[in-house]
Structure formats: C-alpha cells, structure tokens
C-alpha cells in the first residue's frame, strides 16, 4: 500500500508545483514584468590608465591668463559641489550614451538585471539581446539563468542517454557464441574463418544493435528535452535560492566601421519549464550608444602637393583616406614622414601619444590643434596641461565645448572637475 502510493503524492507535489508556477506566470503577464537593461554610470569615463595618479587640485591657466583652482568634486543631495572620493558605478536611468571609438573597436558596456519575480527553481530564463547598426541587425550571444531544479532535470536527462549508449555494443564480436565457433574451427573444415564467424554470431542480437545505433539521435531528443548550451552563451548561472535581483554586466565590443554614428541594444527573452516555454519576455526599450571617433577630427579637405610644383601629393591623400577609413596602420606609415597636423591624428589613433605631441608642437596653433593635445596629455596624466588645452580651443571654437562630451579622455577631465564652459 506504502509503495501503491508513492506515485500518487509524487503526482500531487507536481500539481501543487505547476499549480504555483502558473500563478505566477499569470502574475508575469498581468504586470508585464521584463528585464531591465541600463547603463552603468561611471564616474571617471573612462577609468584610463596614465602614468601618473590624478590629483585631488589643480592649478591651471585660462585663456585669458588668469590662474583658476579646479577640485575633484560632484554634487551633492542639495546641488552643491563638494569634494568626494570616486563612488562606486551604479545604474543610471538614461538611455543613451556618448562612447569612442578607440583602435577601430566600441566598447558598448550595460546591466542585465533579473528581477526576483523572473527567477525559479524549475525554470529556464534566457536572455537574448540584440544589437542594431544603421539597418542591420546582429543576435548577441544570449544569457540564460537556471534554476537548480531545472537543471537537475537536464542532467537526469543526460544520465539517461548515457546509459543507453552504453548499453550499444561497439564490438560485433560480442554476440559471437564463441564455444561453437571453437568447436567448429576444431574440426579443420574447409570453411574460411570469416564465415565461420558470420554463422556463429546471433543475427538477431546484432540487428537489435544496429536499431539501437540508428536511433540515437531520436534517444537523445526524447531524454535531453532542454541540451545543455556551452557554446556562443555568455553566461549560464545555476541559481540555488530565490533571494533578490540578478544582475550581469554585458560588454559587447564591436568593429567601428567608417559610417558608424549609432548603436542601438534591445533585450527580449522567454522562459522556460522542462522542454515548453511558458513566458514570452517583451523586448525592452532600445539602449543608444552615439559613437564619436578621432577620424571626425581629421582635416579631410587638406590638399598637400610635391615639392616645387602644382601636383597633388597622391601618397598624402591615400594616408588621408586611409585615416578616414580607419586603417590606422595604413594611415601612419603615410603620413608620419609629413609630421602635420593629419599625422598627428593618425598617430593619436594608436596611441602613438608622445610622437603626436611632438608632431603638433610643430603644427600652427589652432583650435582643433589645441583638443588634440588636451586628449594626448589626458591619455597621459597630464590634467593640467590638458585642461589648458581643451579651455582654450572652446574658447576659440565653440563647438568643441560639446566634442568634449563625445571623447572619453576629455570627458572623464569635465566630469573630474566640473569644468563648466
């Protein structure tokens, strides 16, 4: 009677578990709960490495000769500036970024957080986010979140087609009645080995075999309902316990191609119970990444020609174009040897940054000439040089007052010391 009625409570324990879930995927799709996917706020974008550590003051020079004390600060609950120590990131409401391209790669950099009423034991969460560029459109590798339950599910599955692998013979041999053969093989007739095999080895065993191999596949489909994904994921987490929120970063780094001005991330998802999926995940608002590039501060119009004449220097404008490209190497090797202010952009773009400081000590002083220097003696720790610099070419060209905010290196100095323009 005891054991007559283990399959009934077990059955129960099922209904009162299915019962459960559906109570809460009807509570999911009443309150239309989906992912969130955010930005990171960084208080120091980006954290550059520089040969020398950032100071908590400095002193720097206007463009009108007057000296001008600029502190680290932020501001605090009533919109005061105070000094602060460097916080730690947190999740910011805004949808959009401004990111640099840097070595012909982007860096798109966001959180995936997992609310505690998406998670469960028995369930599968798989997260698919997306990305899109001009009018393409690119799957990224999805992240998934198990629960120990389901998981244990997959791998009894797994145990169960191993046993039935094993129980496939790879050897004929082994449906061979040996003790006949030897008896046959005794008695030197004129039948050749091989035949003598052939008519001592169970046909029926070894047909039941070959069934066994030929449905393999069809085996592995019936047991493993939910395979186990170790390739093209970027995350697969076990959960053990429902406590709270989850949270992934996600960096997904991407190749800058020369028309690049945007980049766009949704996040969509599904959740799985065994084999079925039981919830479609709405896909999120967009996060938009703008992306700026030092290519933008190439002088595309210069005409540089050959010595003594009026013909146009070919090599120049394949460097030119070249830069404009994003071919960086290509670009240097060509424009090193003119050491002006095209060269100096290209060697930026590798962080060739001291030559490039010295290739624009030779260029005519110019706006565009005095923000690239600011982004090379960022790069290199230099903040007072460097917001020198970049105060100068706003106060000279305007626009340069909004590029700030694009080039991470000049952005990271604004934010640093509230430089306000």
Request: proline share 3%.
């Amino acid at each position: 009677m005891r054991k007559a009625a283990i399959p009934y409570v077990a059955a129960a324990i099922l209904a009162v578990a299915a019962c459960g879930t559906g109570k809460k995927i009807s509570g999911l799709k009443k309150d239309v709960i989906a992912p969130a996917i955010a930005l990171v706020e960084e208080n120091e974008v980006p954290v550059l490495e520089v040969d020398q550590a950032r100071h908590e003051s400095i002193t720097v020079e206007d463009p009108y000769g007057k000296q001008v004390i600029l502190m680290r600060a932020v501001k605090d609950e009533n919109g005061e500036m105070t000094a602060t120590d460097v916080l730690d990131a947190a999740v910011v409401t805004a949808r959009f970024r401004n990111v640099a391209e840097r070595h012909g790669m982007v860096n798109l950099s966001f959180q995936i957080t997992v609310p505690e009423r998406l998670q469960d034991k028995t369930w599968q969460v798989r997260f698919y986010p997306e990305l899109f560029t001009g009018k393409d459109s690119t799957a990224l590798d999805p992240v998934i979140i198990t629960g120990d339950l389901y998981r244990a599910a997959q791998l009894r599955g797994y145990d169960r087609y191993n046993r039935y692998l094993a129980a496939i013979a790879a050897d004929s041999l082994r449906f061979l009645n040996e003790r006949l053969l030897r008896i046959f093989l005794e008695r030197k007739t004129s039948l050749s080995e091989e035949t003598a095999i052939a008519h001592y080895t169970d046909s029926a065993l070894v047909r039941r075999n070959m069934a066994k191999l030929s449905r393999r596949d069809q085996m592995f489909r019936r047991w493993v309902k939910s395979p186990i994904v170790t390739e093209g994921l970027r995350l697969d987490s076990v959960i053990t316990d429902v406590n709270g929120d989850i949270v992934y970063h996600y960096v997904q780094t991407i190749l800058a191609e020369r028309d690049l001005k945007k980049a766009e991330i949704a996040l969509e998802g599904e959740i799985y119970r065994e084999d079925k999926m039981i919830y479609d995940i709405p896909r999120s608002e967009p996060l938009t990444f703008y992306v700026s590039t030092l290519t933008s501060l190439c002088d595309a119009g210069r005409v540089c020609y050959n010595a003594d004449s009026t013909q146009v220097d070919t090599v120049y404008r394949r460097g030119v174009l070249a830069l404009l490209e994003k071919d960086y190497k290509t670009a240097v090797s060509l424009l090193k040897p003119y050491r002006d202010y095209n060269s100096a952009v290209a060697l930026s773009a590798l962080d060739y940054n001291a030559t490039a400081l010295d290739v624009l000590r030779g260029c005519a002083e110019e706006p565009k000439v005095d923000y690239l220097r600011a982004i090379l003696h960022a790069r290199r720790g230099e903040d007072r040089e460097a917001v020198e610099c970049y105060m100068r070419a706003c106060a000279s060209e305007r626009s340069f007052v909004h590029r700030g905010n694009l080039d991470p290196e000049i952005a990271g100095l604004i934010k640093l010391y509230h430089l306000e323009l």
